[in-house]
């Protein structure tokens, strides 16, 4: 079955030290996405790909980065400078993000992160 | 500034009636509107999408309404049924800029009672 496989689903981090969250698909979709939603907000943007060795800073980048050396991988690392980390963090994925018609991301089960 | 507004919070609807869920937009710029549905602990899956051009979109029980002068879409779910029951996000797609990103509401938690 093609899809996004985040691991791991929970994680706790002590306050100071980096975590990398994994987000892998077999859709062979071009672009990948990682998004943050906190409670009672929508999803926000962190960071996106549109192509292998290429990424591009969402709305709320600062304290995140991440790396794409393959299609299929999408990893991001939550530094500790991200002042408030504590969310559920969503990665996606699409066919392309500048192709015609509708951009329709398809979604991993999401990772909830908590520091402690 | 929040481009794409979900102004309900939360919705309760009677299993058998019509769920009408709203969205508000301030991009004229914006090509395509799409809305997913998320269950807790869960990622969002696509239900349905609409263009521009269109003024409505149906796929079975879903049928998406656009009203491009009053910036305002709705999610017509009918007949509702429990298993409805989750967040409804709104999104948009096209202001030129994002490159295809969409950009998400907050969205509307829909309880469907038996």
């Known amino acids: 079955d093609g899809g996004i496989t985040q691991s791991p689903k929970y994680l706790f981090r002590k306050e100071g030290q980096n975590v990398t969250l994994s987000c892998e698909q077999n859709?062979?979709?071009?672009?990948m996405y990682w998004y943050r939603q906190d409670p009672g907000q929508g999803l926000r943007l962190i960071y996106y790909?549109?192509?292998?060795?290429?990424?591009q800073k969402g709305d709320i980048a600062e304290g995140y980065s991440v790396s794409r050396e393959k299609k299929e991988s999408f990893p991001l690392t939550v530094t500790s400078a991200q002042k408030n980390p504590t969310a559920f963090y969503l990665c996606?994925?699409?066919?392309?993000?500048?192709?015609?018609?509708?951009?329709?991301?398809?979604f991993g089960a999401g990772s909830r992160l908590t520091v402690l | 500034d929040q481009q794409v507004k979900q102004n309900s919070p939360s919705l309760s609807v009677q299993e058998g009636r019509i769920s009408i869920l709203n969205c508000d937009y301030t991009?004229?710029?914006?090509?395509?509107f799409l809305w997913y549905k998320k269950y807790p602990a869960e990622g969002p899956t696509f239900l349905i999408s609409?263009?521009?051009?269109?003024d409505k979109n149906e796929d079975g029980r879903f049928t998406v309404f656009l009203n491009k002068s009053a910036k305002h879409l709705s999610l017509h779910i009918v007949p509702s049924q429990p298993g409805d029951s989750a967040v409804y996000f709104c999104?948009?797609?096209?202001?030129?800029?994002?490159?295809?990103?969409?950009?998400f509401g907050k969205g509307t938690k829909l309880s469907v009672k038996p």
């Open positions: 790909s549109q192509i292998v060795n290429d990424f």
């Open positions: 999104a948009a797609s096209g202001d030129g800029g994002s490159q295809g990103n969409l950009i």
């Open positions: 991009n004229s710029m914006f090509d395509y």
């Open positions: 996606a994925s699409s066919i392309s993000s500048a192709s015609a018609g509708a951009n329709v991301l398809t």
């Open positions: 609409i263009s521009s051009i269109k």
């Open positions: 859709l062979n979709h071009d672009a």
